[in-house]
T-cell receptor, first 110, second 115 residues
Framework: GQNIDQPTEMTATEGAIVQINCTYQ??????LFWYQQHAGEAPTFLSY??LDGLEEKGRFSSFLSRSKGYSYLLLKELQMKDSASYLC???????????WGAGTKLIIKP | ETGVTQSPTHLIKTRGQQVTLRCSSQ?????VSWYQQALGQGPQFIFQ???????GRGNFPPRFSGLQFPNYSSELNVNALELDDSALYLC??????????????FGPGTRLTVT
């Protein structure tokens, strides 16, 4: 079956670093996406990984290990505005649909 | 460049009724995907349209149907509404469908409440 697991909620301190993990089991794999979603708003794209390794984009980095079915999103120099849900999604290569995790709610404290 | 727009923003319907939700894709995008997102959950894929044809469908019953028009805008129709259909409905457009970093751009969503 198709399954994507993320922690439900995490708490971190302003200025610190946090790592949000995502593990997946899907019938196919054609890329992994991370999206940010503020409460009541639509998801916005953060990163895309299709090959193993680290992709860095400013304060955000994303890592992928296809053999382990594992990814993480690393957020540095946390700001209060980073309080949001972070969604991991895997593209299935049978029909290219995105399969989504339930999201990790990140709470930033001063 | 115009982003993805959806209408209406909010909608209240009664069980058994029918609803049509609309989406205008971002300029230059030929693929539209529809998702249902329940509170506290990730989006669930309903279906995807590429150049006016459905080319992928999630685990939703036939009473969920859609259309894509020549200008790549799209409609989601839901018949015989059930209470569990209450959710945020998201439309996302992209410039391709066959793989690669075809980033999806989401509209603001339509919040549907079925009573």
């Amino acid at each position: 079956g198709q399954n994507i697991d993320q922690p439900t909620e995490m708490t971190a301190t302003e200025g610190a670093i946090v790592q949000i993990n995502c593990t997946y089991q899907t019938s196919g794999f054609n890329g992994l996406f991370w999206y940010q979603q503020h409460a009541g708003e639509a998801p916005t794209f953060l990163s895309y990984n299709v090959l193993d390794g680290l992709e860095e984009k400013g304060r955000f980095s994303s890592f992928l290990s296809r053999s382990k079915g594992y990814s993480y999103l690393l957020l540095k120099e946390l700001q209060m505005k980073d309080s949001a849900s972070y969604l991991c999604a895997v593209r299935d290569n049978s029909n290219y649909q995105l399969i989504w995790g339930a999201g990790t709610k990140l709470i930033i404290k001063p | 460049e115009t982003g993805v727009t959806q209408s209406p923003t909010h909608l209240i319907k009664t069980r058994g009724q029918q609803v049509t939700l609309r989406c205008s894709s971002q300029s230059g995008h030929n693929t539209v995907s529809w998702y249902q997102q329940a509170l506290g959950q990730g989006p669930q894929f309903i279906f995807q349209y590429y150049r006016e044809e459905e080319n992928g469908r999630g685990n939703f019953p036939p009473r969920f149907s859609g259309l894509q028009f020549p200008n790549y805008s799209s409609e989601l129709n839901v018949n015989a509404l059930e209470l569990d259909d209450s959710a945020l409905y998201l439309c996302a457009s992209s410039s391709g469908t066959s793989g690669g970093n075809y980033e999806q751009y989401f509209g603001p969503g339509t919040r549907l409440t079925v009573t």
